[in-house]
């Protein structure tokens, strides 16, 4: 019997979005913007000691492969012709630090996620050498000092792990977001891999000056980090160089495939959900939650606690835009830890589940501090709260409580966005894994008390780093003129709720996150010493005793 005949689509563009909790691989039809396969995998995390995060950077770049192989089986069964891939963007979980041996590839240590608090004694003794009217660090790269940061992560890396020491002082250690452990890795690694960064991630490490889009030698100086171990800055949409396939992968047809597009995740949803005008903006729903407003090509410094970021730069001769963020910690990980901590569900979907049997949090307040809290507070002294707890409250309130608090955090870095812009959003765009929670989306509307409107197709991110990568110069398969964009189909949540209940549970929930502050000082988070229990005040066991109820409740089953 003769082979079935391949499909013709037309060019096809690959896009690995690697984020915190898991990484992909999709493929799209760069005419029709068409989601055609894709394949997802978890990724561990690893939490050493109280505040620390980290990840294996050889078990990420194991999951980029595995995720190429499977979409590209997936493909096959589609009839699809793989040879139709004409490039491949990349999208990263951002600051995510990494330092590995360019002559063997190996990394040097784990991935400093994020996430990571262990670096908060650092910030706090770098702050004290910044003058008070001369904020340096935040002119130059418009970010807080903060534990969230590159340049602070590399910092730990170099003071306290020998096998880095050593290969700096040999010229081995190379440094990098995930975006260059990956795009050197799939480039050849070793054996001529590229070392490189765009201006997205570069701009999150606290060593990139965002005006002359350069690493700045000044602030390179002040964190102590020598330069030659930094990539090289690129746009966001050029071609860096050609995939080389490991031979443990059996997607050979790759081989060859530009490499011409990286984003910073939250870059690319910007670009994926098609905000290129002033004043358009985004919020992504991911492990943390991050509302991103183009500005244009002009900085925009913030008043009311967000960040001023590089948004994208769409080739080398194209303008670079900016971007003012809100930047949330924990969104979606509230959802895995009540899986995986508490147990109180199997599955992330349950947690809809859940909430929608109550339909109320019945009083209870989420407060998921804990990573400290992130914009508008920037206040690392804050710990997760459970508040406003009865006899009366069950997992399902809590779990309902999360998912407002997703909403919540939403809604104070959405008011600073609006007080810095000085022209409210009148709807709110959404993206990520969890809006497919349509209580969650519901939630959002009522609680910021505008409608809230999601694509129909989630995966912004990746066809944002998709777009990127089919639109580079060498490459040319997508057109980013306005009129050739593909129109998107749009679901709309209307708030359901009267303004006035809206800013009660909204004024209720301030309460609570000014309770979860001050809970813990730099010595007693870093070294884990118990001690810490001595200064903090009674509500915090109160708090924990009732979670611990409800968690020896649910495991005996009365709950």
Known sequence: MAAAKKAVLGPLVGAVDQGTSSTRFLVFNSKTAE????????????????????????????????CIEKTCEKLGQLNIDISNIKAIGVSNQRETTVVWDKLTGEPLYNALVWLDLRTQSTVETLSKRIPGNNNFVKSKTGLPLSTYFSAVKLRWLLDNVTKVQ?????????????????????????????????????????????????????????????MKILPNVRSSSEIYGLMKISHSLKAGALEGVPISGCLGDQSAALVGQMCFQDGQAKNTYGTGCFLLCNTGRKCVFSDHGLLTTVAYKLGRDKPVYYALEGSVAIAGAVIRWLRDNLGIIKTSEEIEKLAKEVG??????????FSGLYAPYWEPSARGIICGLTQFTNKCHVAFAALEAVCFQTREILDAMNRDCGIPLSHL?????????????????????????????????ALGA??????????????????????????????????????????????????????????????????????????????????????????????
């Open 466 to 559: 998709a777009m990127a990568a089919g639109a580079a110069e060498g490459v040319g398969v997508w057109s980013l003129e306005p009129e050739d964009l593909s129109a998107v189909t749009m679901e709309r949540f209307e708030p359901q709720i009267n303004a006035e209940e809206s800013e009660i549970r909204y004024s209720t929930w301030k309460k609570a996150v000014m309770k979860s502050m001050g809970w813990v000082t730099t010595q007693s988070a870093e070294s884990g010493d118990p001690s810490i229990f001595c200064s903090l005040p009674l509500g915090f066991f109160i708090v924990s005793s009732m979670v611990m109820l409800i968690g020896a409740r649910y495991i005996s089953g009365t709950l």
């Open 35 to 66: 989601l055609l396969s894709h394949h997802q995998v978890e990724i561990k995390q690893e939490f050493p000691k109280e505040g620390w995060v980290e990840q294996d950077p050889m078990e990420i770049l194991q999951s980029v492969y595995e």
């Open 360 to 369: 109320t949090s019945y009083g209870c307040y989420f407060v998921p501090a």
């Open 166 to 226: 050593k290969a700096v002082k040999e010229d081995r250690a190379l440094f990098g977001t995930i975006d260059s452990w990956l795009i050197w890795s799939l480039t050849g690694g070793a054996n001529g891999g590229v070392h490189c960064t765009d201006v997205t991630n570069a701009s999150r490490t606290m060593l990139f000056n965002i005006h002359s889009l350069e690493w700045d030698k000044d602030l390179c100086e002040f964190f102590d980090i020598p």
């Open 429 to 461: 765009q959404v993206d990520g894994g969890m809006t497919n929670n349509k209580i969650l989306m519901q939630l959002q509307a009522d609680i910021l008390y505008i409608p809230v409107v999601k694509p129909s197709m989630p995966e912004t991110t």
